[in-house]
Structure formats: structure tokens, C-alpha cells
């Protein structure tokens, strides 16, 4: 099922890139800080998408209410790349709005990562979702403090700035986990086969 939602929510994301990009080239849009911003964001919203599948590809353990999760995620990145608004060259994006998607990323995972790192018993995948879990709380709390200063913040450029900045930190930070996912996964599989 994975494999035919989260390709298709792409396409839906790079296609109103790929339209902006088209428009600008025509000169039918100005570059601009505004576009610029909104191209930074969605390019770090299709890295975190592309993490956010390989970290599920890579879970070994797919519950009922996985899908329920993966549902959230999808409804959120949608919500996510609808508030960056690429069409608008005149307004910046909704910045609470992205945030708050962020927010529920976050909170999602950690929910997710912490039922995994409760009920695994002790050993080297039950020490990855405990660092995981020691990543995600961290952020979480950025994300929800920056949230909170943002609804009373004017400055809206410097808002999308930090927003920019706070989100490009957890996607790295995401993709150097799906690394070791992988690597943690790879070695695993590879282990189980040796001793089949």
C-alpha cells in the first residue's frame, strides 16, 4: 500500500514545484525572497518525505495501527506543501501552519519510536529507538516553543527564516537516522540470514 500512496502524494509535490519553476523561468513570477523561501521549504519537505518513507521501508515491524500513523503522515505532508502556497509569490507561507505539521510529525514518531523502544527487549535495536526517541523529544520541544513565539511574532519574514533553519536541523538529523536504520537493518537481515 506504501508503495503506491507516497509516490503518488510526490508527484502532487513536485508537481507544483516543477509549476513554479515553469512560471519563473517565463518570467511570468519574479525571484524573489518570497520564492526563494518557499523553494528552500519544499525541497527540505520532500527531503524529510523521502526520509520519512525510508524510515517506514526500513521498520521491521508494521502494526495495525502503522497504517493509521502513515495515514497522519501523508495528511500532514499534504497540509504541509498546501501551507508553503508555492502559487503565491507575494505572501509568505503560513509558517504556524507548516509548524504545527511539523509538530505532529514529530509527536507521531515518538509515539510510534516509543512503543518500539518499551516493548523491545534489551540489545542494539532497543539502544537505536532509545537514541531515536532522545532525538525526537528535543525537537518536538523546539518545534513547539517556536510555534508558541511564532503566534505572537510580527516579524513574519524572520519567522519564515527560523522556521527554514529549525526544519532544515531536523532533517538532517532525520536522514542521518534513516542511515542508521538502514545500516542497523541491513545488518540485521544480514545476520538472520547466516544463521537460516
Not at 503566534?151 to 526544519?167: A, D, G, K
Request: with cysteine; proline share 3%; charged share 10%.
Amino acid at each position: 500500500m506504501l508503495g503506491l500512496i507516497y509516490p503518488a502524494v510526490l508527484g502532487t509535490i513536485l508537481y507544483q514545484l516543477l509549476f513554479t519553476i515553469a512560471h519563473v523561468l517565463r518570467d511570468q513570477i519574479s525571484l524573489s525572497a518570497i520564492v526563494w523561501i518557499k523553494w528552500t521549504l519544499i525541497t527540505i519537505l520532500i527531503g524529510f518525505y523521502v526520509c520519512d518513507y525510508l524510515y517506514i521501508f526500513f521498520t521491521k515491524r508494521y502494526y495495525w495501527w502503522s497504517f493509521v500513523c502513515d495515514v497522519v503522515f501523508l495528511l500532514a505532508l499534504y497540509a504541509t506543501v498546501i501551507a508553503i502556497d508555492v502559487d503565491n509569490p507575494r505572501n509568505l507561507p503560513h509558517n504556524k501552519v507548516i509548524l504545527l505539521c511539523y509538530f505532529i510529525f514529530l509527536l507521531v514518531y515518538l509515539l510510534w519510536d516509543g512503543y518500539e523502544f518499551l516493548t523491545l527487549p534489551s540489545g542494539r535495536e532497543r539502544n537505536f529507538y532509545r537514541s531515536v526517541v532522545s532525538w525526537e523529544l528535543p525537537w518536538l520541544v523546539v518545534i513547539g516553543v517556536f510555534e508558541i513565539i511564532a503566534l505572537s511574532w510580527n516579524n513574519h519574514l524572520m519567522i519564515s527564516i527560523v522556521t527554514t533553519v529549525i526544519l532544515s536541523l531536523v532533517t538532517i538529523g532525520f536522514g542521518f537516522l534513516v542511515g542508521r536504520m538502514r545500516k542497523f537493518g541491513l545488518r540485521a537481515t544480514h545476520l538472520t540470514s547466516e544463521a537460516g
